[in-house]
Every structure is written in structure tokens, then in C-alpha cells.
């Protein structure tokens, strides 16, 4: 037990929904020392960085709360690689509470890694540093570019030794924020145990939670089911912008809330291919880049199947409803592409923009260009470069009807290229640096991460010292794989 937190813990979802959580405690961890601890996330929660590193915070990033403190494991289903597992949940992880931050937003304040719960199926219950701190640099990552996701708060090691890929390892616990951790799988649990009136509950927790508009609409579920579509393909077109491959997106791994959750095997591609998977147990290729957004759909069927009774109780009523609002997934996810790319190009939206866009994709992956890169040598003026002798026409040709764009915008050179800068990130989390820096960091060595981090948490500011941060791996580096040992 500890004496005392500096959160003041809620637990709206615990009462909402009783039947989707367990009061569960986190093992104790026998030496815990926060290793990493993210002050930026801590203040937004209103708490002293400083008092989180003592030995107190250390135990309380673990999981040891003070008495009255109810910590849960909450309950979830989930299509995993198109397979339904009727009984996942947090089988490693607990929540410790909800948490108003210094905005006046709920946060859920959670922990990976805390030990064996009634969920646990054949897991250890464990986490390991390396795939802790993962999560860590590739949440600020995608904060910093403005794509919304969990952050963690903290990554601290808890004293003992976790057997995983043959190794044995130092386990650790992640403590991040999120808005929620209502997923797609926790409205399949919901529907598969509780029926109507409990996905109603649910269905209500999440639109006080996090589309309250929906609750004006004539059919507020149904409305709640169009504001995820919307969230999921904003969010999808986002990844796709900046060649994020999340690696795992079973319905148990998709939020509610529209944020990006649950960093397993993702990297960011270097060239942007479709078919760029990096899970070792992706064979199928069911997860690569390109498939993300037809995925994203696909899970959102799965929520909509959820949600029947409740859109209509005329079965064939309520799926006409549903499928009409599932079709508008496609043309949002192509507008907030389109969009993107726009402001990637340093060109107005409109069908010349997506005939160039539709155009340079291709040339893009044939030549296997560093699809970051890219942009920002596009701004400079030296994009040419980057393409093999044989696309060099081809690049041409398209950059002249691009300058043209440009010219009929009439806006100058310099202000365009300052705009394109502005979107299109110098660092990214690297996959050949980011396995680098969580082996130093296992080796004992926090500096390269840390490092890694403040280089991502800005992305747009080009800083000499991170040079060795900002290209793509060398053309003779091992094609790279995450495995699944998280
Ligand atoms: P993930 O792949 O991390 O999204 O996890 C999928 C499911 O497996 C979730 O229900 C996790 O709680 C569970 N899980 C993953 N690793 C472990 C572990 N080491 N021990 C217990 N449960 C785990
Ligand atoms: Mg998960």
C-alpha cells in the first residue's frame, strides 16, 4: 500500500457498466524504478513530475494504490485477425482510475504489465521494457504530428526478470493516458454477455464520454455509430499520411474515441509500399499500409452489429441504417486524404490536387522513395534526387503539372514551402533507430530513447544535431520485423 496518490480517481465507467470490469489489483512490483517519464503528460494531468520519479510515485506507476483506491480489469471480445475471441479483456493490465486533467477532460490512467488478471488466459501477465518504451516513443511520435492517441505517462521497471523471444528481460509497466479504453471489442463483449440493455449502458457511457452531440440526434445511436465511422476514417486517412502501420488492428485493438491505441508490431514505412507489413505473425499480410482503411471498415461493421436493436427493432430497418452509414466511411476517409495530401503538396484541394496525388503514389512506391522524406525535399526543391535514374522523366513530368498548380495559386515559393514544412515531419520513429534505442535501453542505456523522443516530440523542426535521426535505414539494412512477444 502506498499513503497517498496526487490523482483524485473516478470511476464513471465502473459504474456505468458493472458488468464490463473487475476489481483487480495489480501485482506488486518487488523494486519498481521509473526509467522513463513523460513531465509534458504529467502536467497535463496536474501532477509534479518530480513526486511521480520518488519512490512513492514509482510504486504507484506499478499499480500499489492506497486503500480505498479501487483499481479494474476491464472486459472486451475481439476479432483477432478475423477470428472471434469471446473472452479477451486486460489480461496484463489494469485501470488504475479516471483522472480530470488540468483542461477538465476524463482520462483514464492505466497500466500494461501489472500482472496476471482473471483474463489472463495462458499469458504471464508481464511486459518487458523494450516493447513498454516502444509504446512510449511511438505515442509522443504521433501526438507531436497531431494525430490523436494514448501517450504514456511513464515506463518503470519493476525489479524482475520476464522470460520473452529467449531472452529474459526486464519487465515493466506502462502507465498511459487515454480518453477511454472503450473499444470496438468492449461493445462485442458487451452485446455477447449482456444483450441489448447492456450495450445500451455502454452505448450511452460513450456518448456522454465522447460524442455527446449524438445525444440530441432523432437515433443517438446510430448517430453515435457515424461519429466513430467519421473519428476512424480521419484517423485512418492521418496514418496513412504519415506511413504509420499500426500492425494490429483487431476490433479489440480499435477505439470509441477515434484515438490510435495499443502499439504492438507498428513502424512507420520508410518507402511507402501497400504491402509493408512488420508483425511477425501477420503472414497473411490481413494489417500491411495498404490495407488499413478497408480493416478499419471492416471492424466497423462489427461495432454496427452491436449496435442493431438499438438503431431499429426492425432487423432489416436497422441494417439499411447502419450499412447507409457505414458506405460514408470511403468518402471521408478520401476527403481527410485528399485534404492531407493537399497541405502535404503545398497545393490547394480540389480534382487536379487528387489527379496528382492519384499519380504520384505509384511513382512514390515503384521507386521506393522515403516516402518522409519526400515532402520535405519536395519543399526544398531537391526532390528529383531521391528518385531512381529511371522515374527521373516520370517525376518531371508530374512536378511541371504540379508547379502549375502552384503558379495558378499564386501564392510564392517561400511561404508554400514554409506551409509544406509545417505539416510534413523531419523525425519520425525510424524503425532501425527505435530498435537501436530500446537495445540500448535494455542494455542499461536510456539516453538514445530519450533522445529519440525529443527528436519526434518535434517533428517539423529540422535540428542539426539529430541528422542520424532523420533518414531512412541504409538500403542493405534487414528488412525489419516486430514480434509479437509484447
Ligand atoms: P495485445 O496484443 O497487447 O493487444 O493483447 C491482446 C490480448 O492478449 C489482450 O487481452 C491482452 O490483455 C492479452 N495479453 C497480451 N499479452 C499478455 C500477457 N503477457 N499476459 C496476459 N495477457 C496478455
Ligand atoms: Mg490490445
Not at 39 to 46: M, S
Not at 427 to 445: C, F, M, Q, S
Request: charged content about 20%.
Amino acid at each position: 500500500m502506498t499513503d497517498a496518490t496526487p490523482f483524485r480517481f473516478e470511476d464513471t465507467y465502473a459504474r456505468a457498466v458493472p458488468a464490463l470490469s473487475l476489481p483487480w489489483e495489480a501485482a506488486t512490483a518487488p523494486d519498481p524504478v521509473v526509467r522513463l517519464l513523460n513531465a509534458d503528460v504529467a502536467g497535463e494531468l496536474g501532477v509534479d513530475p518530480e513526486a511521480l520519479r520518488e519512490p512513492e510515485g514509482a510504486r504507484l506507476l506499478t499499480g500499489t494504490v492506497p486503500d480505498g483506491v479501487t483499481t479494474y480489469a476491464q472486459a472486451y471480445s475481439g476479432h483477432q485477425f478475423g477470428m472471434y475471441s469471446p473472452r479477451l479483456g486486460d489480461g496484463r493490465a489494469v485501470l488504475l482510475g479516471e483522472v480530470i486533467d488540468a483542461a477538465g477532460r476524463r482520462r483514464d490512467l492505466h497500466l500494461k504489465g501489472s500482472g496476471r488478471t482473471p483474463f489472463a488466459r495462458g499469458g504471464d501477465g508481464k511486459a518487458v521494457l523494450g516493447p513498454m518504451l516502444r509504446e512510449y516513443v511511438m505515442g509522443e511520435a504521433m501526438h507531436a504530428l497531431g494525430i490523436p492517441t494514448t501517450r504514456a505517462l511513464a515506463v518503470t521497471t519493476t525489479g524482475e526478470q520476464v522470460f520473452r523471444d529467449g531472452r529474459m528481460l526486464p519487465g515493466a509497466v506502462l502507465a498511459r493516458v487515454a480518453s477511454s479504453h472503450l473499444r470496438v471489442g468492449t461493445f462485442q463483449f458487451a452485446a455477447a454477455t449482456g444483450g441489448p440493455p447492456l450495450v445500451r449502458d455502454l452505448a450511452d457511457h460513450a456518448i456522454a464520454r465522447h460524442h455527446p452531440g449524438a445525444a440530441d440526434a432523432s437515433n443517438p445511436y446510430l448517430d453515435l455509430f457515424a461519429r466513430v465511422v467519421r473519428a476512424q476514417a480521419e484517423l485512418v486517412a492521418r496514418w496513412m499520411l504519415v506511413g504509420f502501420v499500426h500492425g494490429v488492428m483487431n476490433t479489440d485493438n480499435m477505439t470509441i474515441s477515434g484515438e490510435t491505441i495499443d502499439y504492438g508490431p507498428c513502424a512507420f514505412v520508410d518507402a511507402a509500399d501497400p504491402a509493408a507489413v512488420f508483425s511477425s505473425i501477420d503472414h497473411g499480410g490481413r494489417y500491411a499500409y495498404g490495407q488499413q482503411p478497408a480493416v478499419a471498415q471492416w471492424n466497423l461493421a462489427r461495432l454496427a452489429e452491436t449496435l442493431l436493436p438499438l438503431v431499429d427493432t426492425d432487423e432489416q430497418a436497422a441494417v439499411e441504417a447502419a450499412t447507409g452509414v457505414l458506405t460514408a466511411f470511403a468518402p471521408a476517409y478520401d476527403e481527410a486524404v485528399s485534404r492531407g495530401m493537399a497541405a502535404k503538396l503545398g497545393v490547394a484541394p480540389g480534382e487536379s490536387t487528387r489527379a496528382l496525388v492519384t499519380d504520384l503514389l505509384p511513382l512514390l512506391a515503384e521507386g521506393r522513395v522515403d516516402h518522409t522524406g519526400f515532402f520535405r525535399a519536395l519543399a526544398a526543391g531537391d526532390a528529383r534526387t531521391l528518385f531512381p535514374a529511371g522515374l527521373t522523366d516520370r517525376f518531371d513530368a508530374w512536378a511541371a503539372r504540379r508547379e502549375a498548380l502552384l503558379r495558378g495559386g499564386g501564392t510564392d515559393g517561400e511561404s508554400v514551402a514554409a506551409a509544406m514544412n509545417r505539416v510534413n515531419p523531419v523525425y519520425i520513429p525510424r524503425n532501425h533507430r527505435v530498435e537501436e534505442a530500446l537495445e540500448a535501453a535494455v542494455g542499461g542505456d536510456l539516453d538514445p530513447v530519450q533522445r529519440l523522443v525529443d527528436a519526434v516530440s518535434h517533428p517539423f523542426d529540422e535540428r542539426p544535431e539529430y541528422a542520424d535521426l532523420a533518414g531512412p535505414a541504409p538500403a542493405d539494412a534487414m528488412p525489419h520485423v516486430t514480434y509479437c512477444g509484447t
